[in-house]
């Protein structure tokens, strides 16, 4: 993961991929976040209408919070976080799609697989730091414990309760 986001040069898309993998979102809540999602002094971020409609706060880490601060004092975005060339429009989700699938070309990555597998990586290495499934269940915004489940067996060594130790500053550590 580390090589996909340090193959990343340009910032803007870099914050838009360490916040996907390290929050956990799917491309199309990280796409249309705005400023105000952001409550940096208890480090959430508000998903607004996820997946079946649904808002959910989820954990962002001090160091990716102090990366996308970084991000907003170079580009002052208003309303919407990640914007298109319009400031008045989102970034598209295809955009989103496309930065990823240049990210991995550049990190030499020819594995198959689309964004998606941020969301994947977030899961699973949530669950090696040994975050409780029911809060993983909570962060990912899924409806049925069963959705989260299929996760473990991705982590022989899981041990629930072991303490959360949130692993999304890898995202922007070594730039």
């Known amino acids: 993961?580390?090589?996909?986001?340090?193959?990343?040069?340009?910032?803007?898309?870099?914050?838009?991929?360490?916040?996907?993998?390290?929050?956990?979102?799917?491309v199309s809540e990280v796409a249309v976040l705005r400023v105000s999602d952001i409550d940096s002094e208890r480090?959430?971020?508000?998903?607004?209408?996820?997946?079946?409609?649904?808002?959910?706060?989820?954990?962002?880490?001090?160091?990716?919070?102090?990366y996308l601060q970084r991000y907003w004092r170079m580009f002052r975005?208003?309303?919407?976080?990640?914007y298109s060339t319009d400031v008045s429009r989102s970034y598209s989700i295809g955009s989103v799609q496309r930065a990823f699938t240049q990210a991995k070309q550049t990190a030499g990555i020819n594995k198959i697989g689309g964004i998606h597998s941020l969301r994947h990586a977030y899961a699973t290495h949530?669950?090696?730091?040994?975050?409780?499934?029911?809060?993983?269940?909570q962060q990912l915004g899924h409806k049925d414990i069963h959705s989260t489940l299929r996760y473990v067996h991705w982590v022989p060594s899981y041990q629930e309760g072991k303490g959360i130790d949130l692993i999304a500053d890898l995202a922007v550590r070594d730039e």
């Open 1 to 26: 993961m580390a090589c996909i986001l340090k193959a990343t040069t340009n910032l803007k898309r870099r914050a838009l991929l360490a916040l996907c993998y390290g929050c956990g979102l799917r």
């Open 126 to 137: 949530q669950l090696a730091a040994g975050m409780p499934i029911h809060i993983l269940k």
């Open 77 to 82: 975005p208003c309303q919407w976080l990640f």
């Open 43 to 66: 480090h959430l971020l508000r998903v607004t209408q996820g997946k079946g409609h649904k808002d959910r706060s989820v954990i962002i880490s001090a160091g990716l919070l102090e």
